[in-house]
């Protein structure tokens, strides 16, 4: 299955029958998030424009919906939950807010759940392309040190997926032989990994170091995954 029907499939199984059906009405495909709220209405959004439904969710239903996700064990993926979102089947996102509980300046739980924020994940295959050319070198076969750098949401975790993908995989119809790579994906949008499978196509020699600070991921993937790319989003200050 793809990914909107893997979403189709989450949604039918965890949402209410009503919501179900209100969202059916609509093009998924079109739809970038689908925001939940406790006693507001749920809004889709697509680009600048939002279908606010007249349904609303109430506390109990939120719950059932985040517990269903988590395929009735929300201990399971409480690490994930601590880091404000889980993964779902073809990698679209949960983001999750209510309590947060901070014990010696760590995350460790969120309870009293207010909202659910889906973010639907779409990749966009060669959208890289026009990058390549300062990326690659060729002379080497190889990669340059490289920063992308944009505003936010502009799209540099779809490029980088996708550059991620060119590298791994390589690129006979240039001479480019594939590389080793090692994604430190701190945040989970690169591979998004679900149940230690990528939900999302990260190449054939891609190894994923998931939910990791990047000081310790970057580590680990240089002393054991012998990678000739690491790659990492959001780097931060």
Do not use: W
């Amino acid at each position: 299955m793809n990914k909107l029907e893997l979403l189709k499939l989450s949604i039918s199984k965890c949402f209410p029958d009503e919501l179900v059906q209100a969202i059916n009405n609509v093009n998924l495909e079109k739809i970038e998030e689908i925001r939940i709220r406790v006693g507001r209405p749920v809004i889709l959004k697509m680009g600048v424009n939002e279908l606010i439904l007249k349904y609303k969710i109430n506390t109990e239903e939120i719950l059932n919906i985040l517990q269903t996700f988590c395929s009735n064990s929300i201990y399971t993926y409480q690490n994930q939950i601590c880091g404000g979102f889980i993964t779902i089947p073809g990698g679209h996102r949960v983001g999750v807010s209510g309590s947060v509980v901070v014990k010696d300046g760590k995350v460790i739980n969120i309870t009293n759940l207010y909202s659910l924020n889906i973010r639907i994940a779409k990749e966009i295959p060669s959208c890289s392309m026009s990058l390549l050319q300062y990326i690659i070198d060729m002379s080497k076969n190889s990669i340059f040190n490289t920063l992308i750098v944009s505003p936010p949401g502009a799209g540099k975790t779809t490029m980088l997926r996708d550059l991620v993908n060119k590298i791994s995989n390589g690129m006979p119809e240039i001479n480019f032989k594939g590389l080793t790579v090692s994604v430190i994906d701190e945040r989970g949008e690169i591979a998004a990994m679900h149940r230690g499978v990528p939900q999302n196509d990260i190449g054939i020699r891609t190894d994923v170091l998931d939910n990791v600070p990047k000081n310790i991921g970057i580590r680990m993937a240089v002393r054991s995954l012998a990678p000739q790319v690491i790659v990492a989003d959001e780097i931060r200050k």
